[in-house]
Every structure is written in structure tokens, then in C-alpha cells.
């Protein structure tokens, strides 16, 4: 006999909000349905009674982790209507805090999937090094969650110091590499409780439209750092891991070798910042009627923004924010079909959700 | 943009039986779709692979409608095409859906009916949530934010 289990809205297996409906045959899962919209709050619609200052601090607080993004994205959507470039050093140091964000953004997630595995201790050593990765955004940019770093035609804080930083990095990336890296990659803990679990296959990857470390752990070889190289990604070298299997371990593993990965970006970019000015020197602009888009890889995939202006106006016609989460979280779905109910919570983090971007 | 892509782009206006050019603006290659059916097009854009990204609505000041954008990418390449709803009216409101051809287009789909009260047609709704009450459009359509207008 199939019965239902609901889990969320309110669920200790969850980090934010949003409901699982499961259909279950004793402990295995037969067929899911999954209800979003919790923490709605009309973002898109607020944007439009913002001015072109105050609408980037309104969509820095999309998201609470990847807040930097969603500024850059809407910048770089902004400087495309007003054809303001920004300077080199700006470019790099776009970079830098967007891979200092993805770092701080998969080892939050690192830590959650290490409490929902059982696995505690990781759990605590996990957030210890996130706290690192804070300490070194908080000494760019002065603040731990919402940077205030993008503004139309560079950034707003300049990185006076780049080998400081650079040792901060280099420490970073020695602890992770002793601790976080083996453990997910080589500890029999993570790979019982992950491996074989949460499959979505590549074809399913590709008819759900998923982005990121979830299409990337899927077999799709897709990243936006490389096939649309924005700020000065085209600089860089950097390979974008992707690993064939679909389950939870796949994504554990792409998210893994993308730390090393973003290190390795962290560390060409401060040591090759160019000098100069990290803000355009045009004070004048004005924004031309018409709608630019601006794609941007955030930690957890594609974010897009098509933000539409008329001349003349200090608002936005129209933003609006296609984030990862609105992507990913469908294959929700298929990944917990024949999946063990125990299984779910960890299933359903293994594409690291976040329902604040998705519902806006 | 590589050799292969930009074949890959030049064979879609023939693909679609139109003979408009490519547009490079704003981040993206925009392709006007004139009397096209969106349908077609999401058939032309599984056959080439390219992945569905979103669709963006606005709502056009006075009576004159709504455009819908849709977005694919191409390898790295940014695709969008507009569409065109004529009338302010919720009758109006109507364009093919292509969930059945393209499930990765379901949530937005749902999404911007709630938001705007456009109705894609051949398809069943499942509330996302993201609406007050049961009144389709009431979050960003300004007749129905402004209870002039009701479903």
C-alpha cells in the first residue's frame, strides 16, 4: 500500500523552506512532487521602484550566500545598456570575489551534506575553514555576506594588497587540501553514504535544462567561466571537473575538485592583478531603451538576468532573475524516484538548494 | 564563438523558414520570429541540442500586450527570441505551451502565468505558491495588482 509523506515546509532535513511530497511503497520513494514559493517576496517587482544605485543593493540580497553574483550579473547587465567598460584590475577583482564566493559557498555546502551523511566532525571542521574563507572576503570588501564590492563600471573597493590576500588564499587552500579533499574523496563514510544514491542521468540532466556542479557531476560538460568567458575569465586557466555518474557522490566530488580548482583561479588572479584604476573614469552615463542580458557561473550554476530600460528613466522597465535553484531543483524529482526515504534529505542537498534565490 | 557554432547558427533562420538576419545586442543573438509558432521553434531547438534557459515576460505599457522572450543556449551562445501577445486583456493572454517538448520549461511556464495571468495553452497548472490567494497575475500584471482586473 503507497502512502504519503510530506517533508517541509518546516523540516529539520532542510536549511530553508519547501515541501517534498513523497509517494512512497514502504521505504523506497515511488514518485515526488515538490511545491516552492515559501519565501517569496517580490524582489522582481521591487526592482522596478529602485533607481539604478539602489537596485544593486535590493538584488545583493537575493541570495544570503551568493549575493556578490547576483550584483555582478546585474552590472554587467547595466554597464551593457549604458556601454561602460570596466578597467582591467576591476575584471580581476570581479574574479577574485566571485571565486572567493564560490569557495565560502561550497564549503557551506560541504559542511550541511557532511551533518545530513552523520558525519559531524566534518560538519565542525567544515565551518571552521568557512570561517576562514569570511575572514579574507571581510578584509577585500568589509563585510561578511553582502560585499557591496560591484557597482556600474567596476567595483568599489580595491584589493590594496594582493600578496596578503594571497597568503590568506594559500593557507586556505593547504587546510583544504588536508582535510576537506581527502575526506570526500577517499573516506568510506562519504562514499557509503553517497555513492549509487540520488542518480539523474545524463539524459535527464539534459531534458531538465540542469546547470552547474549538478550538470556538471551528470556528464555535461557546461560551464559559463569557459563557454562565455565574462570579467576576466578568458585569462585564466582553470578545467571545469565533470564526472560521469549522476548520484551523490558525483556531486560531492565535482564540488570537491572545484575548490582546488577555484584556488588555483584565486591564486593567478591576485598574483597577475593589473594595475591601474578598479573604476571606470566616465562619471556621466545614461542608459538606452532596450533589455541586455548578462549570464554569470555562480556556485550552483547558471545565473541569468534580462534587465529591460527606457531612456531617460533612473528605474529599471523590468529585472528579471533566473537563478540555478529555479534550474536544478525539478530534477528533484527524478532523483528521489526508487531512492530510500532516509536517503531524501541528503538527496535532495546534493544540488545545494537554495530557496531563497529560486522564489525571490 | 567556434567554426561549428556559428554554422550551427547561420542553419536555424533556414531551419525556421525565415529569412530574418541574426541580431548581436545586449548580450545575446536575437532572431525575430515574425508569424512563427513557438512550438516549432522548441522542436528546432531540441533538434539542435541547444539548452532551454528561460523565458522572460514584460508587460508593454497601455493596451499593447506582452512580449514573451525565450532563451536557449548554443553552445556557450545566448539565443533569444520574441514574442508578441497583442491586448492587455486576460482573454488575450494566450500563447502555445512547450512544456510537452521541453520539460525543462515547465516551472517558468507556471511561474509567469501566476506572475502575468498568461495562460499557455495545452497544459494543467500546479500551484507554485508564489501567488496571493488563487488570483493568477497578481504579482506583477498591474491591472490585477490593482484589482481593476480579476480572474
Known amino acids: 500500500m503507497s502512502y504519503k509523506i510530506p517533508m517541509g515546509p518546516y523540516h529539520p532535513g532542510l536549511e530553508e ?18 511545491h516552492i514559493g515559501f519565501n517569496f517576496r517580490g524582489i522582481e517587482h521591487l526592482a522596478e521602484t529602485r533607481n539604478y544605485i539602489q537596485v544593486i543593493a535590493l538584488m545583493e540580497r537575493v541570495c544570503g550566500i551568493c549575493s ?5 550579473t546585474l552590472c554587467q547587465a547595466m554597464e551593457k545598456l549604458t556601454g561602460l567598460t570596466p578597467p582591467p584590475r576591476a575584471l580581476y577583482i570581479r574574479v577574485i ?13 560541504a559542511g550541511i551534506a557532511s551533518k545530513l551523511m552523520g558525519f559531524k566532525t566534518m560538519f565542525m571542521t567544515c565551518f571552521e575553514i568557512r570561517e576562514k574563507v569570511m575572514d579574507v572576503l571581510a578584509a577585500i570588501s568589509g563585510n561578511r555576506v553582502n560585499y557591496a564590492m560591484n557597482c556600474i563600471g567596476g567595483v568599489n573597493r580595491d584589493i590594496t594588497d594582493p600578496q596578503a590576500i594571497l597568503k590568506m ?4 587552500e593547504l587546510e583544504m587540501s588536508r582535510t576537506i579533499i581527502p575526506i570526500f574523496t577517499t573516506s568510506k563514510t562519504a562514499r557509503s553514504r553517497c555513492a549509487g544514491i540520488g542518480v539523474l542521468t545524463l539524459e535527464k540532466a539534459v531534458s531538465c535544462g540542469v546547470v552547474g556542479p549538478t550538470a556538471r557531476a551528470s556528464g555535461l560538460p557546461q560551464d ?16 571545469a571537473p565533470v564526472q560521469p555518474d549522476g548520484d551523490v557522490r558525483a556531486r560531492l566530488l565535482v564540488r570537491a575538485l572545484e575548490i582546488m580548482e577555484s584556488c588555483k583561479i584565486l591564486r593567478q588572479a591576485l598574483s597577475k592583478l593589473p594595475p591601474g584604476e578598479f573604476h571606470t573614469a566616465d562619471e556621466k552615463f545614461v542608459f538606452t531603451t532596450g533589455t541586455a542580458t548578462s549570464r554569470v557561473e555562480a556556485p550552483r550554476g547558471e545565473v541569468m538576468y534580462s534587465v529591460s530600460w527606457k531612456e531617460g528613466s533612473r528605474n529599471p ?16 524529482r527524478w532523483m528521489v524516484i526508487g531512492a530510500r526515504l532516509a536517503d531524501t534529505p541528503l538527496i535532495q542537498a546534493s544540488i545545494d538548494p537554495c530557496y531563497s534565490c529560486t522564489d525571490r | 564563438m567556434t567554426t561549428s557554432t556559428m554554422s550551427l547558427l547561420e542553419s536555424i533562420p533556414e531551419k525556421l523558414g525565415t529569412t530574418e538576419p541574426w541580431v548581436e545586442t545586449g548580450g545575446a543573438h536575437w532572431l525575430a520570429t515574425g508569424a512563427l509558432s513557438v512550438r516549432e521553434l522548441a522542436k528546432a531547438m531540441n533538434e539542435l541540442h541547444a539548452r532551454f534557459v528561460t523565458i522572460t515576460a514584460y508587460q508593454l505599457p497601455k493596451d499593447e500586450g506582452f512580449r514573451l522572450e525565450y532563451h536557449w543556449d548554443l553552445d556557450g551562445q545566448l539565443l533569444g527570441f520574441p514574442f508578441q501577445i497583442a491586448g492587455n486583456s486576460i482573454e488575450n493572454g494566450k500563447i502555445e505551451s512547450i512544456y510537452d517538448l521541453c520539460e525543462a520549461a515547465d516551472w517558468i511556464e507556471r511561474e509567469i502565468h501566476e506572475g502575468f495571468a498568461i495562460d499557455f495553452l495545452g497544459r494543467e497548472y500546479e500551484p507554485l505558491l508564489l501567488r496571493r490567494g488563487d488570483t493568477p497575475g497578481v504579482n506583477l500584471r498591474d491591472a490585477v495588482a490593482a484589482g481593476k482586473e480579476n480572474k
Not at chain 1, 231 to 237: I, L, Q
Not at chain 1, 326 to 332: G, L, Q, R
Open chain 1, 169 to 172: 588564499v594559500e593557507a586556505l
Open chain 1, 317 to 332: 522597465a523590468r529585472v528579471h532573475v533566473r537563478t540555478p535553484t529555479f534550474a536544478n531543483m525539478p530534477a528533484i
Open chain 1, 17 to 34: 523552506p519547501y515541501k517534498l511530497d513523497m509517494i512512497c511503497e514502504g521505504e523506497t520513494v515511488q514518485d515526488a512532487k515538490l
Open chain 1, 224 to 239: 559559463l567561466r569557459r563557454d562565455a568567458p565574462y570579467a576576466a575569465y578568458a585569462e585564466m586557466e582553470f578545467d
Open chain 1, 97 to 109: 570575489m566571485a571565486e572567493l564566493e564560490r569557495l565560502h559557498s561550497h564549503v557551506l555546502w
Open chain 1, 68 to 72: 556578490n553574483i547576483h550584483t555582478l
